[in-house]
Protein backbone atom coordinates (compact mmCIF):
# COMPACT_ATOMS: atom_id res chain seq x y z
CA UNK A 1 0.00 0.00 0.00
CA UNK A 2 2.80 2.50 1.06
CA UNK A 3 4.51 1.92 -2.26
CA UNK A 4 1.26 2.77 -4.40
CA UNK A 5 1.15 5.89 -2.25
CA UNK A 6 4.50 6.86 -3.24
CA UNK A 7 3.75 6.26 -6.91
CA UNK A 8 1.07 8.60 -7.04
CA UNK A 9 2.51 11.06 -4.97
CA UNK A 10 5.65 10.83 -7.40
CA UNK A 11 3.21 10.79 -10.77
CA UNK A 12 1.10 13.88 -9.49
CA UNK A 13 4.53 15.63 -8.63
CA UNK A 14 5.63 14.79 -12.65
CA UNK A 15 2.51 16.23 -13.70
CA UNK A 16 2.72 19.51 -11.61
CA UNK A 17 6.53 19.52 -13.27
CA UNK A 18 5.27 19.43 -16.74
CA UNK A 19 2.34 21.72 -16.42
CA UNK A 20 5.25 24.50 -14.79
CA UNK A 21 7.59 23.84 -17.19
CA UNK A 22 5.12 24.28 -20.48
CA UNK A 23 4.20 28.28 -18.30
CA UNK A 24 6.01 31.19 -19.85
CA UNK A 25 5.88 32.88 -16.63
CA UNK A 26 7.99 30.36 -15.25
CA UNK A 27 10.45 29.95 -17.68
CA UNK A 28 14.25 30.84 -16.61
CA UNK A 29 14.71 33.69 -19.46
CA UNK A 30 16.88 36.29 -19.58
CA UNK A 31 15.79 39.59 -19.33
CA UNK A 32 14.71 41.33 -22.63
CA UNK A 33 16.94 43.86 -24.37
CA UNK A 34 15.62 47.45 -24.43
CA UNK A 35 14.45 48.76 -28.08
CA UNK A 36 16.03 52.15 -29.08
CA UNK A 37 15.01 53.44 -32.20
CA UNK A 38 17.54 55.37 -33.53
CA UNK A 39 14.78 58.11 -34.88
CA UNK A 40 16.44 61.96 -35.85
CA UNK A 41 14.56 64.98 -35.47
CA UNK A 42 17.17 67.32 -34.99
CA UNK A 43 20.13 68.55 -36.51
CA UNK A 44 23.17 68.50 -34.58
CA UNK A 45 24.81 71.52 -35.80
CA UNK A 46 22.45 74.76 -36.92
CA UNK A 47 21.12 74.83 -40.15
CA UNK A 48 21.93 76.73 -42.13
CA UNK A 49 24.90 78.99 -40.71
CA UNK A 50 26.55 76.26 -38.92
CA UNK A 51 26.27 73.30 -41.14
CA UNK A 52 27.99 73.80 -44.59
CA UNK A 53 29.01 70.64 -45.63
CA UNK A 54 28.97 66.74 -44.78
CA UNK A 55 31.62 64.19 -45.24
CA UNK A 56 30.32 60.85 -45.91
CA UNK A 57 30.69 58.02 -45.06
CA UNK A 58 33.83 55.41 -46.02
CA UNK A 59 36.61 58.71 -45.79
CA UNK A 60 39.59 57.31 -45.75
CA UNK A 61 43.01 58.76 -43.64
CA UNK A 62 45.72 56.50 -42.90
CA UNK A 63 46.58 55.53 -40.02
CA UNK A 64 44.24 56.21 -38.08
CA UNK A 65 41.08 55.68 -40.41
CA UNK A 66 43.19 53.02 -42.68
CA UNK A 67 39.86 50.83 -43.56
CA UNK A 68 36.76 53.17 -44.55
CA UNK A 69 35.23 55.27 -41.38
CA UNK A 70 31.99 54.22 -40.53
CA UNK A 71 30.88 57.74 -39.21
CA UNK A 72 30.15 60.64 -41.44
CA UNK A 73 31.55 64.21 -40.73
CA UNK A 74 29.34 67.26 -39.83
CA UNK A 75 31.88 70.50 -40.51
CA UNK A 76 31.20 74.06 -39.75
CA UNK A 77 33.70 75.36 -42.51
CA UNK A 78 34.36 73.97 -46.04
CA UNK A 79 37.25 71.30 -46.05
CA UNK A 80 38.02 72.06 -49.48
CA UNK A 81 39.51 75.27 -48.56
CA UNK A 82 43.15 76.20 -48.42
CA UNK A 83 44.22 75.26 -44.66
CA UNK A 84 45.41 78.63 -43.99
CA UNK A 85 42.04 79.57 -44.54
CA UNK A 86 40.05 77.23 -42.04
CA UNK A 87 38.72 79.23 -38.77
CA UNK A 88 38.61 76.64 -36.30
CA UNK A 89 36.23 77.76 -33.54
CA UNK A 90 33.39 76.52 -30.88
CA UNK A 91 30.05 75.74 -32.59
CA UNK A 92 27.31 74.82 -30.37
CA UNK A 93 25.92 70.97 -30.61
CA UNK A 94 22.51 69.52 -30.15
CA UNK A 95 21.07 66.34 -29.48
CA UNK A 96 20.20 65.26 -32.71
CA UNK A 97 17.65 62.64 -30.42
CA UNK A 98 16.09 61.44 -27.14
CA UNK A 99 18.41 59.05 -24.92
CA UNK A 100 20.25 58.26 -22.48
CA UNK A 101 24.69 58.80 -22.69
CA UNK A 102 25.47 55.63 -22.12
CA UNK A 103 29.76 56.48 -22.17
CA UNK A 104 31.12 59.72 -22.15
CA UNK A 105 34.48 60.00 -23.18
CA UNK A 106 36.40 63.00 -21.81
CA UNK A 107 40.13 63.40 -23.19
CA UNK A 108 41.94 66.63 -25.47
CA UNK A 109 38.29 66.46 -26.62
CA UNK A 110 34.85 64.44 -26.32
CA UNK A 111 33.03 61.62 -27.13
CA UNK A 112 29.31 60.37 -26.36
CA UNK A 113 27.40 57.09 -27.09
CA UNK A 114 23.92 57.45 -26.74
CA UNK A 115 21.14 55.35 -26.63
CA UNK A 116 18.80 53.38 -24.03
CA UNK A 117 19.27 53.75 -20.15
CA UNK A 118 22.75 51.95 -19.27
CA UNK A 119 20.58 51.16 -15.79
CA UNK A 120 18.46 48.94 -17.85
CA UNK A 121 19.87 45.52 -18.13
CA UNK A 122 21.10 44.38 -21.62
CA UNK A 123 20.88 48.08 -22.83
CA UNK A 124 24.53 47.66 -23.93
CA UNK A 125 22.95 45.25 -26.86
CA UNK A 126 20.23 48.17 -28.15
CA UNK A 127 21.06 50.50 -30.79
CA UNK A 128 22.98 53.59 -30.03
CA UNK A 129 24.37 57.01 -31.69
CA UNK A 130 27.94 58.64 -30.87
CA UNK A 131 29.29 62.10 -31.39
CA UNK A 132 32.90 62.87 -31.68
CA UNK A 133 34.91 66.24 -31.71
CA UNK A 134 32.85 67.95 -29.28
CA UNK A 135 33.25 69.36 -26.24
CA UNK A 136 30.37 68.48 -23.11
CA UNK A 137 28.64 70.01 -20.40
CA UNK A 138 30.54 69.59 -17.52
CA UNK A 139 27.12 68.36 -16.41
CA UNK A 140 26.48 65.63 -18.81
CA UNK A 141 28.06 61.95 -17.77
CA UNK A 142 26.71 58.33 -18.16
CA UNK A 143 23.15 58.09 -17.71
CA UNK A 144 22.10 61.47 -18.46
CA UNK A 145 18.81 61.91 -20.12
CA UNK A 146 19.21 64.08 -23.46
CA UNK A 147 16.26 65.24 -24.92
CA UNK A 148 16.23 66.37 -28.67
CA UNK A 149 17.50 69.45 -29.39
CA UNK A 150 18.73 69.80 -26.41
CA UNK A 151 22.42 71.53 -26.69
CA UNK A 152 24.90 69.45 -25.34
CA UNK A 153 28.36 70.94 -25.79
CA UNK A 154 30.46 72.56 -28.74
CA UNK A 155 32.68 71.63 -31.05
CA UNK A 156 36.23 71.12 -29.76
CA UNK A 157 39.31 72.65 -32.10
CA UNK A 158 40.59 69.94 -33.16
CA UNK A 159 38.44 69.39 -35.75
CA UNK A 160 36.32 71.54 -38.52
CA UNK A 161 32.95 70.19 -36.94
CA UNK A 162 31.65 66.71 -35.24
CA UNK A 163 31.29 63.33 -35.97
CA UNK A 164 28.07 61.51 -36.47
CA UNK A 165 27.60 57.55 -36.64
CA UNK A 166 25.01 55.17 -35.56
CA UNK A 167 25.08 51.37 -34.37
CA UNK A 168 22.53 49.30 -35.73
CA UNK A 169 22.32 45.78 -34.98
CA UNK A 170 20.32 44.93 -37.62
CA UNK A 171 22.51 46.06 -40.25
CA UNK A 172 24.48 43.27 -42.52
CA UNK A 173 27.73 44.71 -43.97
CA UNK A 174 29.92 42.28 -45.93
CA UNK A 175 33.13 42.17 -44.27
CA UNK A 176 34.17 38.74 -44.48
CA UNK A 177 35.85 38.51 -40.60
CA UNK A 178 33.07 40.64 -39.15
CA UNK A 179 34.42 40.23 -35.33
CA UNK A 180 37.54 41.98 -36.71
CA UNK A 181 35.52 45.53 -36.43
CA UNK A 182 33.88 46.99 -33.38
CA UNK A 183 30.40 47.04 -33.31
CA UNK A 184 31.06 51.05 -34.79
CA UNK A 185 32.12 49.37 -37.98
CA UNK A 186 30.45 46.08 -37.70
CA UNK A 187 27.20 47.69 -37.50
CA UNK A 188 27.77 50.83 -38.76
CA UNK A 189 24.85 52.84 -40.43
CA UNK A 190 24.79 56.52 -41.94
CA UNK A 191 22.87 58.73 -39.58
CA UNK A 192 21.29 60.35 -42.58
CA UNK A 193 19.23 57.35 -43.50
CA UNK A 194 17.28 58.09 -39.53
CA UNK A 195 16.10 61.36 -40.35
CA UNK A 196 12.59 62.32 -42.35
CA UNK A 197 12.13 65.01 -45.00
CA UNK A 198 12.66 67.66 -45.40
CA UNK A 199 15.80 67.44 -43.36
CA UNK A 200 17.23 64.23 -44.57
CA UNK A 201 17.15 65.99 -48.17
CA UNK A 202 18.58 69.02 -46.90
CA UNK A 203 21.75 67.32 -45.62
CA UNK A 204 21.94 65.00 -48.58
CA UNK A 205 22.37 68.37 -50.73
CA UNK A 206 25.51 69.33 -48.75
CA UNK A 207 27.32 65.64 -48.65
CA UNK A 208 30.49 66.12 -50.64
CA UNK A 209 30.53 62.98 -52.76
CA UNK A 210 30.68 63.38 -56.73
CA UNK A 211 27.72 60.47 -57.15
CA UNK A 212 24.17 60.30 -57.31
CA UNK A 213 24.38 58.02 -53.56
CA UNK A 214 25.33 60.27 -51.52
CA UNK A 215 25.43 58.19 -48.13
CA UNK A 216 28.92 56.57 -48.74
CA UNK A 217 30.15 53.01 -48.83
CA UNK A 218 32.10 51.55 -45.87
CA UNK A 219 32.17 47.43 -46.35
CA UNK A 220 34.16 46.13 -49.98
CA UNK A 221 34.63 42.66 -48.62
CA UNK A 222 34.40 40.31 -52.19
CA UNK A 223 35.04 36.75 -51.00
CA UNK A 224 37.40 35.95 -53.25
CA UNK A 225 38.29 38.58 -54.14
CA UNK A 226 41.00 41.59 -53.42
CA UNK A 227 39.02 43.72 -52.68
CA UNK A 228 38.16 45.00 -48.90
CA UNK A 229 39.82 45.14 -45.66
CA UNK A 230 42.79 42.92 -44.64
CA UNK A 231 45.25 42.86 -41.66
CA UNK A 232 48.94 42.57 -41.50
CA UNK A 233 49.99 39.13 -40.52
CA UNK A 234 50.88 40.17 -36.99
CA UNK A 235 47.19 40.92 -36.38
CA UNK A 236 46.25 37.27 -35.55
CA UNK A 237 44.04 37.66 -33.12
CA UNK A 238 40.45 38.73 -34.43
CA UNK A 239 39.65 41.25 -31.50
CA UNK A 240 41.52 44.21 -31.65
CA UNK A 241 41.73 44.40 -35.14
CA UNK A 242 40.49 47.70 -35.02
CA UNK A 243 41.85 49.41 -31.78
CA UNK A 244 43.63 52.30 -32.48
CA UNK A 245 47.22 50.71 -32.20
CA UNK A 246 46.17 48.21 -34.57
CA UNK A 247 44.98 51.31 -37.14
CA UNK A 248 49.06 50.93 -38.85
CA UNK A 249 48.73 47.38 -39.62
CA UNK A 250 45.41 47.75 -41.55
CA UNK A 251 45.21 47.76 -45.28
CA UNK A 252 42.05 48.42 -47.21
CA UNK A 253 42.00 47.99 -50.79
CA UNK A 254 38.60 50.41 -51.48
CA UNK A 255 37.55 53.56 -53.41
CA UNK A 256 37.56 57.56 -52.67
CA UNK A 257 34.20 58.73 -50.91
CA UNK A 258 34.05 61.61 -52.39
CA UNK A 259 35.15 60.38 -55.94
CA UNK A 260 33.67 56.71 -56.15
CA UNK A 261 35.22 55.98 -59.35
CA UNK A 262 38.62 56.52 -58.37
CA UNK A 263 40.48 53.51 -56.60
CA UNK A 264 42.78 54.04 -53.36
CA UNK A 265 44.95 51.06 -51.43
CA UNK A 266 44.83 52.69 -47.95
CA UNK A 267 48.12 51.67 -46.13
CA UNK A 268 48.47 52.22 -42.39
CA UNK A 269 51.82 52.17 -42.70
CA UNK A 270 53.36 50.33 -39.77
CA UNK A 271 57.60 49.92 -39.68
CA UNK A 272 57.38 46.73 -40.84
CA UNK A 273 54.65 47.42 -43.67
CA UNK A 274 55.91 47.70 -47.54
CA UNK A 275 53.88 51.14 -47.68
CA UNK A 276 54.02 54.45 -45.73
CA UNK A 277 50.87 55.36 -44.04
CA UNK A 278 48.91 56.74 -46.88
CA UNK A 279 45.74 56.72 -49.11
CA UNK A 280 47.20 56.29 -52.18
CA UNK A 281 45.70 56.91 -55.53
CA UNK A 282 45.77 54.50 -58.31
CA UNK A 283 45.58 54.40 -61.98
CA UNK A 284 42.14 54.18 -63.67
CA UNK A 285 43.57 51.90 -66.18
CA UNK A 286 44.52 49.34 -63.79
CA UNK A 287 42.43 46.43 -62.51
CA UNK A 288 39.27 47.14 -60.54
CA UNK A 289 39.77 45.65 -56.78
CA UNK A 290 36.77 43.30 -57.42
CA UNK A 291 38.27 41.79 -60.49
CA UNK A 292 41.72 40.25 -58.78
CA UNK A 293 41.59 36.58 -57.46
CA UNK A 294 43.72 33.74 -57.13
CA UNK A 295 43.76 32.97 -60.45
CA UNK A 296 44.59 36.29 -61.68
CA UNK A 297 47.86 35.99 -60.15
CA UNK A 298 50.29 38.94 -59.88
CA UNK A 299 49.39 42.26 -60.75
CA UNK A 300 51.46 45.14 -60.43
CA UNK A 301 49.56 48.71 -59.30
CA UNK A 302 50.55 51.95 -60.15
CA UNK A 303 50.58 54.15 -57.13
CA UNK A 304 50.36 58.35 -57.15
CA UNK A 305 50.59 61.02 -54.10
CA UNK A 306 47.46 62.54 -54.99
CA UNK A 307 45.20 63.05 -58.51
CA UNK A 308 46.09 63.46 -61.71
CA UNK A 309 44.96 65.12 -64.87
CA UNK A 310 44.17 61.55 -66.77
CA UNK A 311 42.11 63.00 -69.10
CA UNK A 312 44.49 65.56 -70.43
CA UNK A 313 47.35 62.71 -70.28
CA UNK A 314 49.14 64.99 -67.48
CA UNK A 315 51.51 62.10 -66.69
CA UNK A 316 53.18 62.22 -63.40
CA UNK A 317 55.75 59.08 -62.35
CA UNK A 318 54.03 57.08 -59.77
CA UNK A 319 54.87 56.94 -56.65
CA UNK A 320 55.57 53.33 -56.81
CA UNK A 321 54.53 50.10 -58.51
CA UNK A 322 52.58 47.85 -55.92
CA UNK A 323 52.95 44.30 -56.41
CA UNK A 324 49.56 42.18 -55.35
CA UNK A 325 48.77 38.74 -55.30
CA UNK A 326 46.04 36.83 -53.99
CA UNK A 327 46.85 33.58 -52.40
CA UNK A 328 43.54 32.23 -51.14
CA UNK A 329 40.04 34.00 -50.26
CA UNK A 330 41.96 34.83 -47.10
CA UNK A 331 45.61 35.18 -47.84
CA UNK A 332 47.40 37.90 -50.13
CA UNK A 333 50.99 39.18 -50.71
CA UNK A 334 52.45 42.97 -51.15
CA UNK A 335 55.47 44.73 -52.08
CA UNK A 336 56.11 48.26 -53.29
CA UNK A 337 58.92 48.88 -55.30
CA UNK A 338 60.43 52.29 -56.64
CA UNK A 339 60.61 51.07 -60.25
CA UNK A 340 58.56 49.13 -62.97
CA UNK A 341 61.76 47.36 -63.87
CA UNK A 342 61.95 46.10 -60.25
CA UNK A 343 58.36 45.28 -60.18
CA UNK A 344 58.33 42.85 -62.92
CA UNK A 345 61.36 41.40 -61.61
CA UNK A 346 58.76 40.00 -59.15
CA UNK A 347 58.20 39.41 -55.12
CA UNK A 348 61.55 39.81 -52.77
CA UNK A 349 62.24 38.20 -49.71
CA UNK A 350 60.60 42.15 -48.81
CA UNK A 351 56.67 40.97 -49.96
CA UNK A 352 54.46 40.91 -46.41
CA UNK A 353 51.77 38.71 -46.22
CA UNK A 354 48.12 39.97 -44.99
CA UNK A 355 45.25 37.84 -43.80
CA UNK A 356 41.51 38.84 -43.36
Not at 85 to 106: C, K, S
Not at 108 to 125: M, Y
Not at 260 to 283: Q, R, T
Request: glycine share 8%.
Amino acid sequence: MKTIKLLAILFLLAILIAACSDNPANEDIEDPIPEYNVHFTHTPLALPDDLVQIAPQGIHGPPNHTVPRAHIGMEYLDTNLPRDEWNLRHVPVYAPADGFVRIAFRGDDHQIFVGADPAIPHSHNSNWYHIGHILLRDDIDVGTELKAGEMIGTTSLLATGIDFGVVDYSLELSYINPERYTDRWRYGANPLRYYDEPLKSQFLALVDREDQDKYGKIDYDIPGRLSGGWFHETLTEFEGSQMPEAWSRNLAFMYHAKYPDLKILSSGGCDDCPLPAFGWVVHPDDPDWGEVSVETGPVIYRLYFGFVDWENEQWFPPAFWAMVELFSDGEMYLEAFESLQEAEAGFTGNRVRYIR
